[in-house]
């Protein structure tokens, strides 16, 4: 059974920085695709970040440049650095994956997808 675990949200004030992780467990292979999504209270969960395993990668306009996903094809573990947070960060933030390779923007990836989801981990940025 595949499961993904994210770890390292929290509280963090405007132009903090947090480091999120998710890690795999029940898949040998490499994922084609893994991915970093996030909902905010009443709003849709829409797609920020995206990895292929060949590192292709794909941003969402509202975090470009701030924020960097990363991932370890062996271990199959997924990384979001985000810097100069931003109180409209504030969300459920949830790691995906899939086996197959996804492209496109980031922002308009379905959520269905992705095959595997985590739990999600809470980041508040207050002002």
């Known amino acids: 059974q595949v499961q993904l675990a994210e770890s390292g949200g929290g509280s963090v004030q405007a132009g903090g920085s947090l480091r999120l992780s998710c890690a795999s467990s029940?898949?040998?292979?490499?994922?084609?695709?893994m991915a970093w999504f996030r909902q905010a209270p009443g709003k849709e969960r829409e797609g920020i970040a995206t990895?292929?395993?060949?590192?292709?990668?794909s941003y969402a306009n509202s975090v470009k440049g701030r924020f960097t996903i990363s991932r370890d094809n062996v271990e199959n573990i997924l990384h979001l650095q985000m810097n100069s947070l931003k109180p409209e960060d504030t969300a459920m933030y949830y790691c995906?994956?899939?086996?197959?390779?996804?492209?496109?923007?980031?922002?308009?990836?379905?959520?269905?997808?992705?095959?595997?989801w985590g739990q999600g981990t809470q980041v508040t940025v207050s002002s």
């Open positions: 029940g898949y040998s292979r490499s994922f084609g695709s």
């Open positions: 990895i292929l395993s060949d590192r292709t990668t």
């Open positions: 995906a994956a899939d086996p197959r390779s996804h492209y496109g923007p980031a922002a308009y990836i379905p959520v269905d997808l992705f095959a595997y």
